[in-house]
């Protein structure tokens, strides 16, 4: 057997030349990169400024992070969570027609291909450029915020949810067909079941995924926890600062366990 194996390996063609050329692109990149960045752009201040921040995690302000007023911890981080909620909600709502029909087995190919552009062209334009946009159409605040979750949400799902529509067993389908079953009873037996857990299982990353963006949009004044945090910072008070990343933290690590769990369950079940 192991002589069979010796062979087996020595008969494989030789891709040395490959694995050359791609390890000689990557250091030519980590190379190239790496004469751009400026090393010497790390001051004493900037230094000082990562010190008080840690020490400020590990010493919150306590009043401001157990207090259940606006200006508190929990309250900014209950809106956060509003607005990835709702931006994921919104999102995943509108996407799922989109993806279906982005999906070329689904509907005419020409029709697929326009909203395969029309998604390309959402998923273009980072999240941060989205809040500053809404942000100058609906003013400053946790709506502009849920419109840019909403937007970036539409991309990714839509995307992800036709992948899994392109990857639907249509034999399902002709068997429904061929006892007489509606388009109806189609849908409800044959194409939701194999579709629904992948759909759930995406849509919890992307609340994930925007649990996080929601608070990088606050500091361009989009609502969530962002805009004391940047505010924090500007003054100086490294103990707010602390505070408010701290539950930031706290809040992440939560979201991230629960997710999880519930992701590998709805994928375990499918």
């Known amino acids: 057997m192991s002589e069979k194996v010796i062979q087996k390996l020595k008969s494989e063609p030789k891709n040395h030349g490959y694995i050359f050329l ?37 010493n919150p302000n306590k009043e401001m992070l ?54 390309i062209l959402i998923r273009t334009i980072p999240s941060i450029v989205y809040g500053l946009m809404f942000i100058r159409v609906t003013g400053p605040g946790p709506f502009a915020g849920l419109m840019t979750m909403s937007f970036t949400s539409i991309g990714m799902l839509t995307k992800l949810f036709s ?10 389908l002709e068997s429904f067909s061929s006892i007489g079953a509606t388009t109806f009873q189609k849908i409800r037996f044959g194409i939701i079941p194999q ?21 990088v949009l606050g500091l361009v004044g989009a609502g969530g926890i962002g805009s004391p945090l940047m505010f924090a910072i500007n003054s100086y008070k490294w103990r707010e600062v602390g505070a408010i990343l701290l539950g930031l933290i706290i809040l992440v690590l939560f979201i991230e366990f629960f997710s999880t769990k519930i992701r590998a369950k709805l994928v375990g079940e499918k």
């Open 22 to 58: 791609i390890v000689a692109i990557v250091l030519f990149m980590v190379i190239w990169s790496s004469s751009v960045i400026n090393f010497e752009s790390a001051t004493d201040e900037g230094i000082n400024v990562a010190k008080n921040i840690i020490k400020g995690i590990l």
């Open 163 to 172: 992948d899994n529509i392109m990857n639907l067993n249509k034999s399902i």
């Open 66 to 119: 157990f207090s259940l007023t606006k200006k508190g911890v929990p309250y900014l981080l209950l809106e956060t969570i509003c607005i990835a909620f709702l931006g994921t909600l919104v999102g995943s709502i509108i996407s799922i027609p989109l993806s279906f029909l982005a999906s070329s087995n689904i509907v005419a190919a020409p029709i697929a291909y326009v909203v395969r552009l029309l998604i």
């Open 195 to 215: 579709l629904w857990a992948n759909f759930a299982s995406t849509t919890i990353y992307r609340f994930d995924i925007n649990l996080r963006d929601a608070a």
